[in-house]
Every structure is written in structure tokens, then in C-alpha cells.
């Protein structure tokens, strides 16, 4: 079983998507244990997307993000990580296949709907700078 973290950036927020989008991921299967709506900090931002820090695009990256509410989620399943990313599609929103969260609603590769982390490693990390309170994550099993 693995936990990820997905984030409904700006763009969704205000097209009114989430509810959409977190259909998406519920009817496929993932279970939801955590979810937040938040204008996140600068620095929060830039420590989430570090590994990006080298790359042109990431001062605009990180002022669209923090431009506005982004829905934090965490979802859980087995493979969830991969399973998230298969819902969301390539990351250049044009490029994605229908079907994909991407492909139907997006047309951007920067302002592309939703982020979901891309490795184990990445989750861990995600999930504790998104939902760092010991509480903010729930076990819970169907009654
Ligand atoms: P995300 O999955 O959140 O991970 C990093 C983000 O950087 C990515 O989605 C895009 O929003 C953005 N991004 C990646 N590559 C580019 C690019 N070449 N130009 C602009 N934005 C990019």
C-alpha cells in the first residue's frame, strides 16, 4: 500500500475542477486520507519543488503556485503513486492523452491542473511538508 501526494493547483481551483477531479481519483479506486485548502507559502513552494530550482521556468513555477488556493490531497492504494500519474497524464497538458485529467481539461504544460509526486521517496517527502501535523492524516477502514 502507498500513500501520495496530489496537488489541485490554481488553475483547477478557480476553473471549479476539484470536485471533478477528486471524482476522478475516487471512482478509480484511491482512498482519501488527507486533504487541505491553502494560499501555501513561498517558501514552502520552493522547498517542494527544489529539485527544480536550476530550471528557468522556476520562478514563474512558483509564483503560479502560490498565486492563489491549491487543494493538497493524499490518497492511498496499492501503486498508488504510479496509478495517480496515469490519471493525470503528461505533464504538458497538450500532450496528454484523453482520458487522462490532463487530456480532457488542460491545454498548458505549466498551469496543468494537478501535480502528484513522482517516486516514493518524493511522496514521503510531499506529504510531510504538505501535512505535517501528526493528525492530518487519517487511518480509516470502510464499516
Ligand atoms: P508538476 O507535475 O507540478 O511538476 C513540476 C512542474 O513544473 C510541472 O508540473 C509543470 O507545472 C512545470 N513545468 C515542468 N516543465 C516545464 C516547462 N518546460 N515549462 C514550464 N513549466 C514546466
Same mark, same amino acid.
Given at each position: ?16 475542477? #476539484? !470536485? ?6 475516487? &471512482? ?5 486520507? %488527507? ?11 520552493? &522547498? ?14 512558483? !509564483?503560479?503556485?502560490? *498565486? !492563489?488556493? #491549491? ?11 504510479? #496509478? ?14 484523453? %482520458? ?7 491545454? *498548458? ?9 513522482? *517516486?516514493?521517496? *518524493? ?21
Amino acid at each position: 500500500m502507498e500513500r501520495t501526494l496530489v496537488l489541485c493547483k490554481p488553475d483547477a481551483v478557480q476553473r471549479g475542477l #476539484v !470536485g471533478q477531479i477528486l471524482t476522478r481519483f475516487e &471512482q478509480k479506486g484511491l482512498k482519501l486520507v %488527507g486533504m487541505k485548502l491553502r494560499q501555501f507559502p513561498k517558501e514552502l513552494l520552493e &522547498q517542494h519543488y527544489s529539485d527544480h530550482k536550476e530550471r528557468p521556468f522556476f520562478p514563474s513555477l512558483v !509564483g503560479f503556485m502560490g *498565486s !492563489g488556493p #491549491v487543494v493538497a490531497m493524499a490518497l492511498e492504494g496499492i501503486d498508488a503513486i504510479a #496509478v495517480v500519474r496515469g490519471l493525470m497524464g503528461k505533464t504538458n497538458a497538450r500532450e496528454a492523452a484523453p %482520458g487522462t485529467i490532463r487530456g480532457d481539461l488542460g491545454m *498548458s504544460f505549466s498551469n496543468n491542473l494537478v501535480h502528484g509526486s513522482d *517516486s516514493a521517496e *518524493s511522496a514521503a517527502k510531499e506529504l510531510a511538508l504538505f501535512f505535517p501535523g501528526a493528525d492530518e492524516l487519517v487511518d480509516w477502514t470502510p464499516c
